[in-house]
């Protein structure tokens, strides 16, 4: 099946810690996402990458890195940074549905500091 | 610059009745308007778009919205709440350019009483 996988489902940050999280998708599209998601915040932008070897900073990059090395990945490093890091984290790809554009998302990323 | 407004962090309908979610956008462009439902601890999927063409724009599990450009509005209905209708759904606008960036409203938690 077609999709976007996002790894590990959980995932606990220590003080001074830099954490991966993982995101692959075997959709063969170019444009991927990062968001994080607050209760009452709604979706804010992290980093974004149109094309491999290139990415642009969101909304709320500071505290963050990416890479976009391979097509199928583009992880998101928490770092230690980011001082609160508690949140959901959705990942996303850009595909073409009827013509349009659509952004198509993984499962998430709980992430909490210990 | 584009942004989102959904009226109404919470609604509660009975099962049946009128499912109404409000989302007013502000864009200087002609936008592409999406909603998107989340169950608990899971990821974004797409609803329903408006791009161009038709304003009523029919989506799934018996899901509508209709474009208002006068009002600058992207409401969603359903005739008759399902219990399985309860989840949070975002509204998203994109202008349109290279970037390709989504803006999301804070999401409207709908709960369905028996």
């Known amino acids: 099946d077609g999709g976007i996988t996002q790894s590990p489902k959980y995932l606990f940050r220590k003080e001074g810690q830099n954490v991966t999280l993982s995101c692959e998708q075997n959709l063969n599209h170019d444009a991927m996402y990062w968001y994080r998601q607050d209760p009452g915040q709604g979706l804010r932008l992290i980093y974004y990458?149109?094309?491999?070897?290139?990415?642009q900073k969101g909304d709320i990059a500071e505290g963050y890195s990416v890479s976009r090395e391979k097509k199928e990945s583009f992880p998101l490093t928490v770092t230690s940074a980011q001082k609160n890091p508690t949140a959901f984290y959705l990942c996303?790809?850009?595909?073409?549905?009827?013509?349009?554009?659509?952004?198509?998302f993984g499962a998430g990323t709980r992430l909490s500091v210990l | 610059a584009q942004s989102v407004t959904q009226l109404g962090s919470h609604v509660s309908v009975s099962e049946g009745a009128l499912v109404l979610l409000r989302c007013n956008y502000s864009?200087?462009?002609?936008?592409?308007l999406f909603w998107y439902v989340q169950y608990p601890n899971q990821g974004l999927q797409l609803l329903l778009k408006y791009t161009t063409g038709a304003t009523l724009v029919k989506g799934i599990n018996g899901f509508e919205a209709e474009f208002k450009k006068s009002e600058t509005s992207f409401h969603l209905t359903k005739p008759s709440a399902h219990m399985s209708d309860a989840a949070e759904y975002f509204c998203?606008?994109?202008?349109?350019?290279?970037?390709?960036?989504?803006?999301f409203g804070k999401g409207t938690l709908l709960t369905v009483n028996p």
């Open positions: 996303a790809s850009r595909g073409t549905s009827g013509g349009r554009d659509i952004q198509y």
């Open positions: 998203a606008v994109n202008s349109g350019g290279s970037n390709y960036k989504l803006t």
């Open positions: 990458s149109q094309i491999v070897n290139d990415f």
């Open positions: 864009s200087s462009v002609p936008p592409y």
